[in-house]
């Protein structure tokens, strides 16, 4: 059996050749919100774009000091992934009479990640699973959270009473989606950009529907009819336009239909809405008297990880 030996702190872990694609020095990494500490993030390796974990995190190995190491390229069946390790020992030939198949180590998370150990060189080298090493570790999340769903027609029923939660007017990014007018405040929303194709990613990206490559870096992407609206496009088509928001300090991609433009409101103007306060900040309105729906792009976008998670 070929194996591929590489360090992680200072324990020695071995993987199937057969399941390294390749070794790749570091490169810059898109951060994921809300997914597990051992997801690194995306990054584009010659093109493809790869969900990247942090072997240190994800094995439970103490690290002591900050290191950039390298990083392997894992690829088992339909799944990819980016392991970041400390380095790269060597390839060797192991017999598989000579590994001793075992059920639990201390520095491992997960049982189903150990295939086995074996000497080498008087060191003890354990045998990782592949196929377990590439999925990521669901959040830890309220299961009872459920995706936000709004119905053309429906926002006005669910009307509380105005409330002044800012200073006086404040300025708005204002976009349409599925006959719904919604606004983002201007300070929440990085850019505005065409959509340009979207890659779409395996099951290990814990529900994640696509990437797009926004001035070469990987930029993680919802669409507002999965979001709000439990949908997706036309064959699966992008929207025509990209909000480039934060969220949980990492840039994520607010797909829409249209941008109807900036427009400023009144404080006065904002009409709290009940039931889903932690996502949806309320109405304002227009001078023509049209309704708007003004979005958390942080908390919307958190749900919706929270609802692909618990699939």
């Not at 020095?25 to 969900?51: H, K, Y």
């Not at 300090?249 to 109807?260: S, Y």
């Amino acid at each position: 059996m070929e194996i591929v030996i590489f360090q992680v702190g200072q324990c020695l872990y071995g993987i199937d050749a057969e399941a390294v694609k390749e070794v790749i020095d570091p490169v810059p990494v898109t951060a994921l919100p809300f997914v597990s500490v051992e997801v690194d993030g995306l990054i584009n390796a010659a093109g493809r774009i790869v969900l990247q974990i942090d072997a240190a995190r994800r094995l439970n190995v103490p690290m002591l000091y900050q290191e950039e190491g390298v990083v392997l390229i894992v690829a088992t069946g339909q799944s990819e992934c980016a392991c970041r390790v400390s380095r790269i020992i060597t390839r060797a030939t192991i017999e598989t009479k000579n590994i001793s198949y075992v059920a639990a180590s201390e520095f491992v998370v997960s049982d189903h990640l150990l295939m086995g150990e074996f000497c080498w060189n008087d060191s003890l080298v354990t045998v990782l699973e592949p196929r377990y090493l590439l999925r990521e570790q669901p959040m830890k999340k309220n299961r009872d959270e459920e995706r936000v769903t709004l119905l053309p027609g429906t926002i006005s029923h669910v009307l509380l009473q105005p409330s002044a939660i800012h200073a006086p007017d404040f300025l708005c990014i204002v976009f349409s989606c599925h006959n719904e007018l919604f606004a983002l405040r201007s300070g929440d929303v990085a850019e505005v950009v065409e959509s340009g194709d979207l890659i779409r990613l395996s099951e290990n990206f814990g529900g994640l529907p696509g990437v797009m490559l926004l001035r070469g870096a990987p930029l993680p992407v919802v669409s507002m009819l999965s979001l709000f609206f439990d949908r997706y496009g036309d064959d699966g088509e992008p929207l025509p336009f990209t909000l480039v928001v934060s969220a949980n300090d990492c840039r994520v991609g607010l797909q829409v239909d249209r941008i109807v433009g900036m427009k400023r409101f009144a404080c006065d103007s904002l009409l709290r809405i009940g039931g889903n306060q932690d996502v949806l900040e309320g109405l304002v309105t227009t001078q023509d008297g049209t309704q708007v729906v003004l979005v958390r792009p942080a908390s919307a976008v958190m749900k919706y990880w929270a609802a692909a998670h618990s699939i």
